[in-house]
Structures are given as C-alpha cells and as structure tokens.
C-alpha cells in the first residue's frame, strides 16, 4: 500500500541463510496462495478500499522457485489473510568449499 513498510531480514540457520522478506501490504487469502508459486499463478488484489493493479505475466515467483530449488533451497510465504501483510522467505544452502 502506499505509505507501506518492507523489512528484511538474513539468519543463519543450520547450514542454510534464510532471507526474509516481510510488507504490511494487503495480504493473502488461502486460495491465494496456493496459486502463488505456479506458473501463471496471477492473482488479482482488491483491498483496503480500491483496485490495486496487478501487471506481469504470473512468472516471477514461479521461475524464483524453480531457480531457488535448483541450488538446494526452499521458498515458502506466510499470510495471516486479508489486509494482514505477508512474509516471503527462501533458503540457499551455505556453500563451504
């Protein structure tokens, strides 16, 4: 949302880095967000009063996972629902060679 806060956050937890990335937009439903990492998983936002548009092709976090899964990570997301933000988090493996 305008005005709207990001945070990010980095850990180190057991030999992964885990990278956080936190809004206080407006939220997914659960629908949602089993739509969220497939291909062409778009989802369309009414919130906090008015249409928020939504352009892209439903790729972006498709390919991020695909990309993030191919050097040994994960990529999940929380929601609480509606107008409750969301938190997207992935891991990558801690490469010591």
Same mark, same amino acid.
């Given at each position: 949302?305008?005005?709207?806060?990001?945070?990010? +956050?980095?850990?180190? +937890?057991? $030999?992964? @880095? !885990?990278?956080?990335?936190?809004? $206080?937009?407006? =939220?997914?439903?659960?629908?949602?967000?089993? /739509? &969220?990492? /497939?291909?062409?998983? +778009? !989802?369309? %936002?009414?919130?906090?009063?008015?249409? !928020?548009?939504?352009? =892209?092709?439903?790729?972006?976090?498709?390919?991020? /996972? /695909? &990309?993030?899964? &191919? %050097? =040994?990570?994960?990529?999940?997301?929380?929601?609480?629902?509606?107008? +409750?933000? *969301?938190?997207? @988090?992935? *891991?990558?493996?801690? $490469?010591?060679?």
């Amino acid at each position: 949302p305008p005005f709207g806060t990001v945070e990010i +956050k980095t850990e180190i +937890k057991e $030999n992964f @880095y !885990i990278i956080s990335v936190k809004d $206080n937009g407006i =939220g997914f439903t659960e629908q949602e967000k089993e /739509k &969220l990492f /497939k291909q062409f998983g +778009k !989802i369309e %936002h009414y919130g906090r009063g008015s249409y !928020i548009s939504t352009e =892209g092709t439903g790729l972006g976090l498709y390919i991020t /996972k /695909k &990309l993030v899964e &191919l %050097h =040994g990570g994960e990529i999940w997301m929380e929601s609480e629902g509606r107008n +409750k933000g *969301s938190i997207f @988090y992935f *891991s990558l493996p801690i $490469n010591k060679e």
